[in-house]
């Protein structure tokens, strides 16, 4: 409202303005905020730009009263926004009336659609299961089209609660969850999952916004496997989230020998080939590089890390894992470990 009196007294040099609500001619059960001025007006083809961003009715125009040309186009997008619209008429030297409609009552689109399961199957063959748990139609729609491609069944849910009962009824092999949900936010419906006995191994790796190191932490914290950021690339994503399912499956299939690239761990003797040349670790080093390859991608947390490996056997700290790290990479080389600040340790590929 404040855009179009702006514009008519900016174009109403002598004459009157007018600003007059009723009940709207144009839609049921809305207002219509008619603003008519006796200015300059607009001859029909600047009237078919009026809308249109970085545009103004002409040079003129701009060089006599200045602007960006954005302000109606802003106008128009937060009254369709609030489910309502905006129109015109005008006749040059006589003058413009805008008509700016409003609904009495404004629905949230994205909350009147919070409820909607959508189940999406790229074939009955599939590789794999996928649900994705986003509010956003954009993000949702994104991951659908490029996952249907990749011969991977889609579930996708809107809300945490919906997610939660897609995950319990499918049980995917993925689950990619953002951070900023309303209702029930991510870090919840992460920690509800880990709680369903059958879904504690499923692959959950958060895709948001959010890439601050508190997010990331109670992100890892909940139980999930990995945190991406945004934005990524969508073939990046997809990428991502298909390398990350397949080691975890390749991983859960071997268990008494990992082979991850050029590096292979016997458990049962006890012994690393990389390429090939053998090497033998000591205990602890090999047990901490077991447990971290046996799942690559997911973050241990310390305190796990220091339950599986060394237990009750002895009162040791968060450096002795520090140690280890550093001995391990010194062996087997920097990239394949990384840290993760506050949280703990991954293993590479």
Known sequence: MLNLLSNSSKFTKNGTITVEVKESDIQDKALDFVISDTGIGMTPDQVDKVFKPFTQADEKTTRKFGGTGLGLT????????????????SEED???????????????????????????????????????????????????????????????????????????????????????????????????IREVPELSETVITFLTARGEDYSQVAGFDAGADDYITKPIKPKVLVSKVKALLRRFKESDAQESKIKLGNLTINREEYKIVVGKDEMVLPRKEFELLSLLASKPGKVFKREDILDRVWGNEVVVGGRTIDVHIRKLREKLGDDRFKTVKGVGYKFVV
Do not use: W
């Open 74 to 89: 802003i106008t128009k997008m937060f009254a369709e926004m609030m489910g309502g619209d905006i129109s015109l008429t």
């Open 94 to 192: 006589k003058g413009t009336i805008f008509t700016v409609t409003i609904p009495l009552a404004v629905v949230d689109k994205k909350k009147q659609n919070e409820t909607e399961l959508i189940t999406r199957t790229s074939g009955q063959d599939s590789d794999y299961k996928v649900l994705v748990i986003d509010d956003d139609d954009n993000a949702q729609d994104m991951m659908r089209k490029f996952l249907e491609k990749q011969n991977v069944s889609i579930l996708q849910a809107k809300t945490g609660e919906d997610g939660l009962k897609l995950a319990a009824e499918h049980l995917p092999d993925v689950i990619t969850l953002d951070v900023m949900m309303p209702e029930m936010d991510g870090i919840e419906a992460c920690e509800k």
